[in-house]
């Protein structure tokens, strides 16, 4: 184990784990079909440029190809899993920011207030910035911090999912789904959600109220198009669904 | 209110400002706020570090150097330039904060340079 940790730290090693997985995650891409809901989700973002997508933490593999040459940098954390994820997406052609937000006070080895600062220089830039909603370690729950970003720099949040029906979910904290190759995919975009400059602490905790379900509705709804759920079949609610990954995930691979 | 004048810029009136500016954003009585404070003792958290940070950058018209570590430049192959140091959580190898600050005093004593710095040029 402690083998394993040292060798994960080699630059070398996570370099070539990172590019190994950018492929992998092209071949899903190639061999997959996916489809958008909206139809043409652009459109909603060409007139609000640039925007600030959010997803849910283990949820997000797949986004570097939704881009459609848009210019958009990744918040990555500086964990040794981001480090892989960042290389991936680097690999990919997404910039990236790193540093995360953090439950309790570790904020000085976190980097989320540098990364803070970035995000709000590349927005005003004119990129695009495509962050996790819900903060390390506590899945599936928005934070305050992609609020007060868009508070802060005026810009529109776009709730993002994004699911195919080929996958493996982890048992980790953020329940992560591994993309397969030969799948079906879907998109789904929700309506932005906009965040005043002068928010009071009531109007943040609406907009990330606002967000936490807007996100998981689209989750659900990514996930049933996916799994091609019959007409007038609910896909499962968000916790629902995590209890029935966690079940199916004992198994392994979900089938087509 | 716009930003404090150089001329205002005495150690003392910073130091106050700065404690009253962490109180307010900490929600805690000013009188706590002693030089070897550490923020993060205080139950300061990141989000209350960059109001915090936002709030002294506003109040002096000052920029608070971050250390920033971000791959930005994406080259016409697609890739972007790799500037992502070899960095895991926990900071940089040196194990030092990406802040230039830890306490209290630490944030009085770096708004009094930046304020110096600023009014020398």
Not at chain 1, 50 to 71: D, E, S
Request: glycine share 8%; aromatic share 6%; charged share 25%.
């Amino acid at each position: 184990m402690k083998f394993t940790r040292r060798l994960m730290q080699k630059r070398w090693v996570q370099k070539t784990i990172g590019v190994a997985a950018a492929e992998y995650l092209r071949l899903v891409w190639m061999t997959s079909r996916f489809t958008m809901e909206p139809a043409d989700p652009y459109r909603l973002y060409e007139r609000e440029l640039p925007v600030i997508l959010a997803m849910w933490h283990g949820q997000h593999f797949m986004l570097p190809f939704m881009r459609r040459g848009f210019p958009f940098k990744v918040l990555i954390s500086r964990h040794i899993d981001g480090e892989i994820n960042a290389i991936a997406a680097e690999w990919l052609g997404v910039a990236t920011v790193r540093g995360s937000g953090d439950h309790g006070r570790r904020y000085h080895v976190k980097g989320g207030v540098g990364a803070f600062k970035s995000m709000m220089d590349a927005l005003a830039e004119g990129w695009n910035m495509a962050l996790t909603a819900d903060v390390p370690k506590v899945s599936r729950v928005a934070g305050l911090g992609i609020i007060k970003l868009a508070s802060t720099t005026g810009r529109p949040i776009f709730p993002v999912a994004l699911a195919t029906s080929r996958r493996i979910m982890l048992d980790n904290w953020d329940r992560s789904a591994i993309n397969l190759p030969f799948s079906r995919g879907a998109t789904v975009v929700g309506d932005p959600i906009r965040v005043p400059a002068d928010a009071d602490p009531e109007v943040l905790e609406q907009a990330r109220s606002a967000l936490e379900q807007s996100l998981n509705a689209a989750t659900e709804r990514a996930y049933a198009i996916a799994d091609r759920l019959p007409k007038g079949v609910r896909s499962a609610a968000p916790q629902e669904r995590l209890e029935i990954d966690r079940r199916v995930s004992n198994n392994g691979i979900i089938a087509d | 209110m716009g930003p404090v004048s150089v001329a205002r810029g005495s150690t003392l009136a910073i130091i106050d400002d700065v404690r009253s500016i962490i109180a307010k954003s900490l929600n805690i009585p000013v009188e706590q706020l002693t030089p070897d404070k550490r923020l993060d003792e205080l139950g300061a958290e990141s989000l209350d570090v960059i109001e915090i940070v936002f709030a002294l950058e506003e109040k002096y018209d000052i920029a608070i150097p971050l250390q920033a570590n971000d791959a930005t430049r994406v080259s016409a192959s697609g890739k972007t330039d790799g500037k992502t140091e070899d960095k895991s959580e926990g900071g940089d190898k040196s194990g030092n904060s990406e802040l230039p600050f830890t306490t209290v005093g630490d944030v009085a004593e770096m708004v009094e340079k930046l304020v110096l710095a600023k009014a020398s040029k």
